[in-house]
């Protein structure tokens, strides 16, 4: 079943409102209750002296009232006499200018000194809560990531990027060598003369950034296993989780979860939107209901990071005020997000946050409730939630997808260190090609290139641009196809081009050899012959050798005739940045050829499946009328499915 959550802030608000708050949140169907991961400096005003006496008393009321807490650690804000004593904590820019007090996130995850500090309060925290009957979780910080905070270039990450790089080369003459320090006359004596890739006259080798974003990523880890330790040891039975950010790459997640017991995110439709590369129109097309596959994917790829236990634990209320601008979704989009996130296996939505504040930086942001303590919309779209959950069966998880489509950090951090075209951004194309999936009804699993590949029928690589040998040997073991987009394989560990040439160790499934790589201007289209049909396309383009069957070639006065799209039984490459139409057309004909079926849905709609259930959603402002061919039970909602619509259906055959 779906069950919902909220996140109190009980330290921004008059203590006589407590227990009115917890019985309201009780009778509205609320169960978990996230709190207090910002309460550092009300828990210790100034050093060493600590009252908990509030938290005490907010955690007994929320208990004693029927809700379960998440209770969390308070290290993403450390404060202000911390900090004056400690200055060398806080992170540098990459101007080189440091970050200053004031907001949040105000930390260097490189900084021995605040691992400490964190590790001491975390403690203190964990030693107090963590066998409190009313806490059954825990979340670790906030955000990681958040306000661009992993990468800092502060003495403390320069002292410890040159260890990381110790541990990782052991001689010189690996880290020389791996970083091509050859060219422009850029050799290493000694690891002490490395510095961070900032302030540079042009940019740096690329393989000097790519190991500035391992480095930065495993000190996130590491900082994040800190915390696990003390609260496995201090919280026993109690379920471990951190807040991730949609789209958010800066470090890997997989690794960073391995020891979480479940995976949450937090879900802003709107301000992705708004930060999205999207033309205004196409914004304004989806002003108020977001864009349908942006949170579905985030969704997906945190199922994955949780190994199968997800929770959203921060949902958007109504309009937020981080975005360049902030737009209220249509009424009914939380109602369609939180079915949304369950139908993708979401298991628990929490609400952000429970009462709009007063003050301070987010007093624009809505809530479940207004300032003045009267319901606002999202109030009765949870009311309608909790009234819906009550006609679904209980015991519905989502199954393994036929379709596997691999996000890959690294290689994420490829692209940045040398994205070559200034419009490749492997995030967009990721994203793009689940679009396209999604536009045809079918489930996808996001996996890491680590992930089991027994039961799907293809995995999808839209921008895996790091060469994974150990992948192309599972595949080469398992009945899987395969599709790969540009670039894939294109780069070794260190980040040079393979002696084979790219795909790299992929070119042991497909008889191919990139020979040229180019970049081009959106105003430069490429025409592309596909199923006899003429198509634009435009970013990148490769010209390969092959002898292997050529699905569709380049036409124009520049190597026409050239592959654009190369298969064999196993394995398909296409040599052309997809996007558009000629992406759904290769993608609906990449379907057939692993013999998954599909429906074209209309433009507003998206289905997916949670165990025997099928979910459907209409994102758009019109009534649309569902062509159900199967004999299906309706459980809510109806086959002409209103706008901002959903229609949950068993099926029965
Ligand atoms: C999140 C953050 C919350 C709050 C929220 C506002 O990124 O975790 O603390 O700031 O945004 O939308």
């Given at each position: ?8 802030y ?60 998440v ?38 995850f ?13 403690l ?6 963590g066998?409190?009957?009313?806490v ?18 502060s ?16 001689t ?6 791996a970083?091509?320090t ?10 002490d ?20 974003y ?13 915390q ?65 596959d ?9 199922r ?8 959203v ?34 298991d ?5 946050r ?29 009311q ?11 015991d519905?998880?989502?199954r ?76 080469q073991?398992?009945?899987v ?14 980040m ?5 040439l ?6 042991q ?7 040229r ?6 105003y430069?289209?490429?025409?592309v ?14 010209s ?7 699905l ?16 064999n ?35 507003d ?23 159900i ?13 209103e ?10 055959s």
């Amino acid at each position: 079943m779906l069950e919902l959550g909220v996140c109190y802030y009980p330290e921004q608000c008059s203590r006589d409102l407590w227990v009115e708050d917890a019985q309201r949140m009780v009778e509205l169907g609320i169960k978990w209750v996230r709190i207090a991961e910002f309460s550092w400096s009300e828990v210790e005003k100034t050093p060493n002296v600590f009252n908990w006496q509030w938290l005490d008393e907010v955690i007994d009321i929320l208990g004693e009232a029927g809700l379960d807490v998440v209770m969390s650690t308070p290290t993403a804000a450390p404060p202000k006499w911390l900090v004056d004593f400690n200055p060398d904590i806080l992170p540098v820019d990459e101007n080189g200018v440091t970050r200053k007090f004031g907001a949040r996130r105000h930390y260097c995850f490189s900084s021995e000194k605040y691992l400490e500090f964190s590790k001491s309060i975390a403690l203190k925290y964990a030693k107090r809560y963590g066998q409190n009957k009313y806490v059954k979780a825990w979340q670790i910080d906030n955000e990681y990531g958040d306000h661009d905070t992993i990468l800092s270039y502060s003495e403390n990450a320069e002292r410890a990027f040159r260890i990381w790089l110790k541990k990782r080369y052991h001689t010189l003459d690996a880290l020389n060598e791996a970083w091509g320090t050859s060219f422009w006359s850029m050799n290493y004596n000694q690891f002490d003369e490395v510095e961070l890739p900032n302030n540079l006259v042009e940019e740096p080798s690329p393989t000097h950034l790519l190991d500035f974003y391992r480095f930065s990523s495993d000190q996130v880890c590491v900082y994040n296993q800190a915390q696990i330790d003390i609260l496995r040891e201090n919280a026993p039975g109690r379920k471990i989780t951190h807040n991730f950010m949609g789209h958010h790459s800066a470090f890997d997640h997989y690794k960073l979860a391995e020891n979480l017991d479940f995976a949450s995110w937090d879900s802003y439709p709107m301000g992705a939107l708004i930060h999205s590369n999207l033309s205004d129109e196409e914004k304004n097309k989806r002003l108020r209901t977001g864009l349908p596959d942006q949170p579905a994917f985030n969704h997906d790829l945190y199922r994955h990071v949780g190994k199968g236990n997800v929770w959203v634990m921060e949902q958007q209320p109504g309009p937020v005020n981080w975005a360049e601008y902030n737009q209220s979704p249509a009424d009914g989009m939380i109602r369609l997000w939180s079915w949304l996130a369950y139908a993708h296996g979401v298991d628990v939505v929490c609400y952000f946050r429970w009462r709009q504040v007063k003050f301070a930086q987010e007093q624009f942001h809505a809530a479940i409730l207004l300032p003045n303590g009267q319901p606002d919309q999202v109030f009765y779209e949870i009311q309608q939630i909790v009234e819906e959950r009550k006609l679904l069966p209980k015991d519905q998880s989502r199954r393994q997808a036929k379709i596997g489509l691999v996000y890959d950090y690294q290689s994420r951090w490829c692209n940045e260190a040398l994205p070559q075209g200034q419009d490749y951004s492997s995030a967009i194309i990721t994203s793009d090609w689940y679009s396209a999936l999604s536009k045809l009804g079918v489930d996808v699993d996001v996996i890491s290139p680590d992930a089991e590949l027994d039961g799907y029928e293809i995995i999808f690589l839209p921008d895996m641009m790091l060469d994974n040998d150990k992948f192309v040997k599972r595949v080469q073991n398992a009945d899987v196809k395969l599709f790969l987009g540009t670039r894939v394989g294109s780069k070794t560990e260190n980040m040079h081009i393979p002696d084979q040439l790219p795909p790299g160790s992929f070119g042991q499934l497909i008889d191919l050899k990139v020979i040229r790589v180019e970049s081009l201007p959106p105003y430069a289209k490429q025409i592309v012959v596909f199923n006899e049909k003429e198509y634009e396309a435009s970013g990148w383009r490769e010209s390969v050798k092959t002898s292997e069957k050529i699905l569709a070639t380049y036409k124009g006065d520049y190597r026409n005739g050239g592959a654009a799209l190369v298969g064999n039984e196993k394995i398909r490459y296409s040599s052309v940045k997809l996007e558009g139409n000629l992406l759904n057309d290769v993608i609906k004909d990449t379907l057939s050829w692993a013999n998954i079926d599909y429906t074209k849905l209309h433009e507003d709609i998206r289905v997916t499946n949670r165990g025997d259930l099928t979910f459907t959603f209409n994102f758009g402002n019109e009534a649309v009328a569902l062509d159900i061919l199967n004999e299906h039970e309706i459980l809510f909602g109806s086959n002409e499915i209103e706008p901002i619509g959903v229609m949950v259906r068993r099926n029965i055959s």
